[in-house]
């Protein structure tokens, strides 16, 4: 079976990383790309060229309902990589439709968007993070959470988190991780997350000129009160392919 991808967040990066993914020899079998791309109102009757051989014309993201009841589209998933401001609205018209979707966006409110999904006939993927390595070190963190709670009582907890400029939200695979840290005894509050988005200062941490246009490196240091000990966890990604 063929799965449909009709991408929301055109003509971001993610959209133009899934769209030659998709295409490639590797995959095109499995997915193809839905000849509509959900956009902002801005960028409304655009031809986009995504990959090689594959474009979309822009439709605005609220129109979902209408480019999925067009027909032709089999077995259709949505694939959402849109501003965190548009999510909200996005999800009300997927929902809406039924649709299955996943959202790799991250900054909106999760909580509300799950409380959507639930209450509607869509089936949907949301997270803060679709690299498989990183959401196992993230489950495994809490594991020690709920296995050791408090072991790290008193500790410091300080978060440096490294993107390109365009991100504009504090990264939700940090935020997603507080919990575990508190669990651990750690007072692990949203402004112990020091995000990093200056060029200058992203070399000077050792990203390459090739990739401060998309990466995601990671520091998560906990230091003990009379400052003999310290620990860290750390992952560096560069592009947007592992996603």
């Known amino acids: 079976m063929t799965v449909t991808l009709l991408l929301s967040g055109v003509p971001g ?29 801005e960028d409304a009757g655009r031809r986009v060229e995504l990959a090689p051989a594959v474009s979309v014309v822009c439709e605005p993201a609220e129109r979902a309902g209408a480019v999925l009841s067009r027909g032709g589209l089999e077995s259709p998933v949505v694939v959402d990589f849109s501003a965190p401001d548009a999510v909200a609205g996005n999800l009300a018209v997927y929902t809406k439709v039924g649709v299955p979707l996943v959202v790799g966006t991250t900054g909106y409110d999760r909580q509300r968007a799950a409380e959507m999904v639930r209450s509607s006939r869509s089936c949907a993927v949301l997270a803060p993070n679709m690299a498989a390595p990183v959401v196992a070190i993230t489950a495994a963190l809490r594991w020690a959470s709920e296995r050791f709670p408090g072991v790290l009582q008193g500790h410091e907890l300080h978060i440096v988190e490294s993107h390109q400029s365009s991100k504009r939200d504090i990264s939700g695979t940090a935020r ?41 490196w990671h520091w998560y240091r906990a230091r003990s009160p009379e400052g003999a000990m310290e620990l860290e966890l750390s992952h560096r990604i560069n592009g947007r392919r592992v996603y």
């Open 13 to 41: 990066a993610m959209c133009r990383e899934i769209a030659a993914l998709a295409s490639s020899e590797a995959y095109r079998q499995d997915f193809t790309i839905a000849e509509a791309g959900l956009s902002s109102r």
């Open 176 to 216: 997603a991780l507080l919990p575990a840290f508190q669990a651990l005894g750690l007072s692990a509050q949203e402004d112990v997350i020091e995000p990093v988005r200056d060029s200058a200062r992203q070399r000077d941490l050792g990203v390459s000129g090739e990739h401060l246009g998309g990466h995601a």
